[in-house]
């Protein structure tokens, strides 16, 4: 099996900053993409970072500037650090890995269990 194991995010006041870690683990043979996804209440589940096996990485409009992804590879861990946040950042953060298993020659998507992220005014 795969997982996603996700850490960081938390309470933070406007300005701050905090890191969101995920780490994919078991039967992997490749990764073709790992990143995040936010959804805030009410609200469909958006893009925020994504970063490809070539290293390219897409940011989405509301995060450039602010946020980085990077990634560890020999841990298959990204890491998204999120500085001078806004309360409209506020959201649960999932990762999101597009991963192909060992022994086997199909893509499939994977998501973590979604880590709360919430900055004050």
């Known amino acids: 099996q795969v997982r996603l194991v996700e850490s960081g995010g938390g309470l933070v006041q406007a300005g701050g900053s905090l890191r969101l870690s995920c780490a994919a683990s078991?039967?992997?043979?490749?990764?073709?993409?790992m990143g995040w996804y936010r959804q805030a209440p009410g609200k469909q589940r958006e893009l925020v970072a994504s970063?490809?096996?070539?290293?390219?990485?897409d940011y989405a409009d509301f995060v450039k500037g602010r946020f980085t992804l990077s990634r560890e590879n020999a841990r298959n861990t990204v890491l998204l650090q999120m500085n001078s946040l806004k309360p409209e950042d506020t959201a649960v953060y999932y990762c999101?890995?597009?991963?192909?298993?060992?022994?086997?020659?199909?893509?499939?998507?994977?998501w973590g269990q979604g880590t709360q992220v919430t900055v004050s005014s």
């Open positions: 999101n890995a597009v991963i192909r298993k060992v022994l086997t020659s199909v893509f499939t998507e994977y």
């Open positions: 970063i490809e096996s070539g290293g390219s990485i």
């Open positions: 078991g039967s992997i043979g490749s990764i073709k993409a």
